[in-house]
């Protein structure tokens, strides 16, 4: 919605009534269609009737004040004594319908944020509900500070957003010091803008408002300049100046800009569980989990609420000559869900930064094993695999598209066949070949054995490859050839971490202990950018030695054990048990499956795969030879610009589309998510 703005005050008494009125012309005079509302009244209507006189709106007063009680007290007491609840859905749906009306909702408010409509129901319950900002009327004179403070904490608390404050002179008095000085005390101490002081107008009536002089004394004094960029739906007007100034300033990642500043971007505002929600008030699923990372939804509260107290604490120290308590206690969270034999816990930035410092500790540690070892440099891993965009963990990636630029740069690496299955790389059809794709790799790393540090490997699903999901027991003997031939395993779960293939990790589901684990993605739940490299205790021990033997781990980045991101991840693994996000899951999964069997149907769709909640649909130009669509048709892009219009954010992977979607999205979501790609895939294939 973020039609409306909400007037509250600090106080009863402050001048609510003519500040609305006063907001309403003036943004009116600025050409802007204006509704006004006050959800509810009591005592009499004449606050009610007095906005609609004077914004001169058609709307029904049952729209206007959905909410009446003739005793003038306050609204939980008044609904007490007249035996009737307050309806907050008939205020919400009354809310709606003005903003249909209108390009803008001024909501005047009663009392301040604190006053209860029902017993666990209050003013800022309401105004969360409405999902629109606040500006906070104050008095200028003496005692005005705390209530201000008080007023914008709470509101901050509870995650409102304000726009300012004016402070309204509600007597004429000739200005004191404390008039004088308060309100640029309150904007220094609570960081909100000031939009000015409204000076004594004497009983404002109707006629004040006809003749402008409301508007004119209101347009002198408050500063509205940024209000209707800001919060106005006139956003049609806010979103261009944004888009132009993202056309021109923004470089987006794996984007041609070429073809970005042709289109009309999305730009989203804010998101709430599994929707999205742009700055024209659009909303769209989550169908990519922000890019893999979410898990919760948006704006969960348990996070929300654990960042914030961490913000309270310390936002940020270092990890270098230092330790910082969410680090600390997050690292015993890891290793305590982790497979066993994993004992130590190197933090970073992402999944970059994690492969990097994944492959140096598995470099380092050869070295310094002794001289038998230091001939292992070399490191194997899978074409089709992707680690990150980082120079190393380019080296040992292999997906030609983004990788073979480099190639000049890259360090060598070993490439093994990927399980495939649908384009099998040595051309054998499953379950038939028992799996000879790991009978190639033994015999790569046989033949390498004494060159080869480790494997790295992404377990279960190669996620940017494109979905590529393994067949049973390819894992399991990945790990059985590396322990074999003495290499390092590296599981790269990055991406297939905390859940996403229906177990808190990809390689529980064969028994398999990495010695490295990588992790990140969704490590906070998808809040905030943050990494983790978990080794055994073997590794870690090979690092340790007299100072002077320089056997240290020379590798770090700055935000590394960031408290802020850290705490998030300590909330996010605090839900994954309160919720038993795990067992819920498992439901809904089988349903996916359920719901996946369809696409078959579609002309062409070659291929499905899932793991646990990750899904690729490999779309073909032709079923019966595999016969892939050329780049140049963008078909992957053309159905995920299709189900944004259905409003479903995915991302396709070249002619693979993907679905994502946040571990808590209700088997409803999950059911419209894949309702609006079937469609998508049918109206754009249709279309060739
Ligand atoms: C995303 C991803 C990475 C890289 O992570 P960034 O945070 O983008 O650096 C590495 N490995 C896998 C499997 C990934 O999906």
Not at 67 to 87: D, H, M, Q, R, W
Not at 424 to 451: F, G, H, M, Q
Not at 576 to 595: M, N, P, V, Y
Request: contains cysteine; aromatic residues 8%.
């Amino acid at each position: 919605m973020n039609k409306g703005v909400f007037i509250t005050g600090t106080d009863t008494g402050v001048g609510k009534t003519v500040v609305s009125a006063g907001l309403a012309l003036s943004l009116r005079h600025k050409g802007l269609d204006v509704g006004v509302m006050k959800p509810i009244q009591s005592g009499d209507r004449g606050d009610t009737e007095f906005l609609i006189k004077v914004s001169g709106v058609k709307d029904e007063i049952e729209l206007v004040n959905p909410c009446y009680f003739k005793k003038p007290l306050a609204p939980l007491t008044a609904s007490k004594i007249e035996g009737v609840k307050i309806n907050i859905t008939a205020i919400k749906n009354a809310f709606d319908e003005l903003c249909k009306r209108h390009d803008i909702v001024i909501v005047e408010g009663i009392g301040g944020l604190f006053v209860p409509l029902t017993e666990d129901y209050f003013v800022s319950d309401l105004i969360l509900e409405l999902n629109i900002p606040i500006i906070i009327v104050s008095r200028p004179n003496l005692g005005t500070i705390n209530h201000t403070l008080l007023t914008v904490k709470h509101a901050r608390e509870s995650g409102i957003d304000i726009i300012g404050v004016i402070f309204n002179e509600t007597k004429k008095k000739k200005k004191g010091l404390a008039e004088k000085t308060n309100p640029s005390i309150i904007e220094k101490l609570s960081g909100v803008p000031i939009l000015g002081t409204l000076p004594y107008i004497q009983s404002v009536s109707i006629t004040d408002c006809k003749t402008g002089k409301l508007k004119n004394t209101f347009l002198k004094n408050i500063k509205i300049d940024n209000l209707p960029t800001a919060y106005c739906r006139l956003s049609t007007a806010y979103k261009k100046n944004l888009e132009d100034i993202d056309k021109t300033h923004l470089w987006h990642p794996f984007t041609q800009m070429n073809d970005w500043v042709k289109e009309e971007p999305v730009i989203i505002e804010r998101g709430k569980g599994s929707y999205l929600y742009d700055t024209l008030g659009n909303k769209y699923l989550d169908g990519n989990s922000s890019y893999w990372v979410n898990i919760h939804g948006h704006r969960k509260r348990e996070i929300d609420e654990a960042v914030k107290k961490q913000i309270n604490k310390i936002s940020h120290s270092t990890l270098l000559g230092l330790s910082n308590v969410p680090a600390i206690e997050l690292s015993e969270r890891l290793i305590k869900i982790a497979p066993e034999s994993l004992k130590r816990v190197f933090y970073s930035d992402d999944g970059s930064t994690a492969v990097e410092s994944g492959i140096k500790m598995a470099f380092q540690y050869w070295q310094q094993k002794g001289k038998n070892f230091k001939s292992k440099k070399k490191f194997i891993a899978f074409y089709n695999a992707y680690h990150g965009d980082t120079i190393g963990a380019v080296s040992v990636g292999r997906i030609d598209l983004f990788h073979s630029m480099f190639k000049s740069l890259l360090f060598e690496t070993i490439f093994a066949p990927p399980p495939y299955c649908y384009r099998c790389p040595i051309e054998k059809t499953y379950p038939e070949c028992s799996l000879a794709c790991v009978n190639e790799l033994e015999r790569i790393v046989s033949e390498n054995r004494d060159k080869v540090a480790a494997l790295i490997i992404e377990p279960k699903v190669m996620m940017p490859g494109g979905i590529i999901t393994a067949p049973e027991g390819f894992l399991k003997r990945v790990r059985e050839i590396c322990t074999k031939y003495n290499i390092l395993m590296i599981a790269d779960e990055v991406a297939v971490g905390f859940g996403r293939t229906g177990k808190m990790f990809a390689c529980e589901h064969e028994n398999v202990p990495p010695d490295i684990l990588l992790l990140s993605k969704s490590l906070t739940g998808g809040y905030m950018p943050l990494a983790a490299t978990l080794t055994i205790e073997e590794i870690y021990k090979g690092f340790l030695g007299e100072y002077s033997e320089f056997r240290t781990f020379f590798h770090g980045h700055t935000y590394t054990g960031n408290p802020l991101a850290c705490a998030s991840a300590i909330a996010n693994l605090d839900l994954f048990k309160k919720e038993r996000i795990l067992d819920s899951l498992q439901d809904k999964i089988l349903l996916l499956k359920d719901e996946l069997i369809k696409f078959y149907n579609l002309e062409n769709v070659g291929d499905i795969r899932q793991c646990g909640f990750i899904v690729g649909i490999e779309l073909v130009a032709d079923k019966d030879t595999k016969k892939q669509y050329p780049m140049e048709e963008k078909i992957g892009i053309r159905i995920a610009r299709e189900a944004r219009d259905k409003g479903l954010i995915i991302r396709p992977i070249g002619n693979i589309v993907i679905l994502v979607p946040p571990l808590s999205s209700t088997k409803d979501e999950v059911h419209k998510m894949v309702e609006i790609i079937y469609d998508a895939i049918e109206a754009v294939t249709c279309q060739n």
